[in-house]
């Protein structure tokens, strides 16, 4: 077997779904983080997927739980870009973690877990849990995302390592024990399959969780206490400690806050800046001070909802901006390869480690969002208030991910079937007068005619509108393909002059002979 596929079966995943991230090249190069739109394509994971990923050709993602509910891999997402890669990859080995640490595409790491038969994916993902917790990220993200998937879920995918290889010149590298970059596609392959673990082993590993300063508070004070203030930030951070401090110990913050200043502040703030400080703190009530630096630079506010003493306090939605996961928006294209505007759209989001499917108008509806959760999950989160929910929305649109459905799918392929076979069975009208009849006439330029009300009647029948549909999406799918609107003499002798639409035979698709059966698309459960 060769390395390519040897690599193939290391991300051995959800084998109908992959993903692509494809880079916003203008706005990585003025941020840290690399920008781009994350698309998910609902079509087999093949070898030449491989191949055109590590030659640089079109980046992969893979879904790591499959259809069977297991998994022959998961992974850490250690989404902090100020992160020492070879800190992490020698305390990984320090606590005999089997874990093989790679580079993301903006200096993050992604810590690999490769199993030697399937695990099923609710063991995968308790296991990595335990092992964020052991390095101090208890709230980073785990994959596999989902611990069930059903039939029509498309899972969450993560973006495989060694992106570009070929060249030689690339940055999606794994580490071995002794913090080496692996940059030979062959070496990394060797390695990882030499440190795959069966389930057995996995359930031996026992890891206790790292204790880390205000692991129930803020993650960035969480961050910058570990790894330090930096020059200029002091009096900032101090005053933020001193806001926790409140939230935590009550009536002893002061004596509490001037213990932080000592343990977490080099060097510490004198007793005069202190002394201000708690000034400051006890003539007004302060909130953390999250869009200045540093804070905001190690911003995590889903995490931060989530803590105790965080922005979110325990309550006023923790509960439920801690389970809301990826947001993902379907998008259809036509034959053309342009996008239906037209066709309603699903969205996926993952909640508490399941996937759910949602019209736009559960998702923005707070309460048919919570209904849905107790129907899938049996579970029913905590209501925030109308403002949180509206925040929450809007970060997660404006950072959803892309699934395209190809043409088939939807509305718009199964008009576009229905079309093909209402054009076939009622296509043998001799003469205009027919087309009254419910027929469709063909004039000597290969245009046909037919009348919108016998289409109409059609996809009734066919199950692809219901009596209660307007019809609008109909009209604009129709001059999509192509079709006008048009007077047409019917009889002149007499004067019978309608309304038709007139569609050139080459505008309609060509197919199988065997025309497919037209089926109203899916709604989502």
Not at 142 to 161: A, M
Not at 192 to 205: C, F, M, N, Q, S
Not at 352 to 374: I, S, Y
Not at 401 to 422: R, S
Request: aromatic fraction near 10%; charge should be negative; charged fraction near 30%.
């Amino acid at each position: 077997m060769n390395v390519l596929d040897r690599f193939k079966n290391l991300f051995d995943g959800l084998d109908r779904v992959h993903g692509m991230f494809e880079v916003d090249k203008d706005l990585s190069s003025r941020q840290e983080k690399v920008q781009g739109k994350a698309v998910t394509m609902k079509a087999p994971v093949t070898i030449d997927l491989f191949q055109k990923h590590v030659s640089g050709e079109q980046g992969l993602g893979l879904v790591p739980i499959r259809d069977d509910q297991k998994c022959m891999f998961g992974a850490l997402d250690v989404d902090d870009y100020t992160l020492d890669l070879l800190a992490l990859n020698a305390e990984i080995q320090d606590k005999g973690m089997p874990l093989v640490v790679c580079r993301t595409k903006s200096g993050g790491a992604h810590c690999y877990l490769f199993m030697t038969e399937p695990l099923r994916a609710d063991i995968m993902r308790n296991k990595l849990q335990e092992f964020a917790e052991g390095l101090g990220y208890p709230k980073i993200e785990i994959f596999p995302k989902q611990r069930k998937i059903k039939p029509n879920d498309i899972g969450s995918w993560i973006n495989i390592p060694y992106f570009d290889a070929v060249s030689g010149d690339f940055n999606r590298f794994g580490y071995d024990a002794k913090g080496t970059p692996m940059m030979d596609l062959s070496v990394f392959v060797d390695y990882a399959e030499k440190h795959r673990i069966t389930p057995g082993d996995l359930k031996d590993v026992k890891i206790e969780p790292k204790v880390v300063p205000f692991g129930d508070g803020p993650p960035c004070l969480q961050h910058l206490a570990t790894n330090g203030f930096p020059e200029g930030t002091r009096n900032t951070g101090l005053l933020n400690m001193g806001v926790y401090a409140m939230k935590k110990y009550g009536d002893d913050w002061e004596t509490a806050l001037d213990d932080m200043n000592r343990k977490y502040m080099d060097p510490p703030l004198g007793s005069g800046e202190t002394q201000q400080i708690i000034k400051s703190l006890t003539r007004k009530e302060y909130s953390y001070t999250c869009e200045q630096a540093p804070l905001c630079n190690f911003c995590h506010k889903q995490a931060c909802f989530g803590k105790k003493y965080g922005i979110g306090g325990g309550s006023d939605g923790g509960d439920l901006e801690t389970m809301l996961g990826e947001l993902r928006k379907s998008y259809s294209t036509d034959l053309h390869g342009d996008e239906i505007q037209e066709e309603e759209c699903i969205w996926f989001i993952d909640v508490d480690g399941v996937e759910l499917q949602l019209t736009t108008f559960e998702l923005f509806n707070q309460d048919k969002f919570r209904t849905k959760c107790a129907e899938r999950l049996r579970k029913l989160p905590l209501k925030v208030r109308p403002q949180r929910w509206d925040a929450l929305l809007k970060e997660k649109v404006e950072n959803a991910g892309l699934v395209h459905f190809d043409p088939e799918t939807g509305t718009y392929g199964h008009i576009v079937a229905a079309l093909k076979e209402f054009c076939t069975r009622f296509g043998e009208a001799e003469t205009r007068d027919d087309i009254m009849t419910g027929k469709v006439w063909t004039n000597e330029e290969g245009v046909m005619h037919f009348r919108h009300e016998y289409l109409w009647k059609f996809l009734l029948k066919a199950g692809i509108y219901r009596p209660r549909d307007d019809g609008k999406q109909l009209h604009v799918i129709l001059k999509r393909l192509g079709a006008e609107k048009k007077q047409l003499m019917i009889n002149r002798s007499q004067n019978l002059n309608k309304q038709v639409w007139a569609l050139k035979e080459y505008a309609v698709p060509e197919r199988d002979d065997e025309v497919p059966e037209a089926k109203r698309p899916t709604r989502p459960y």
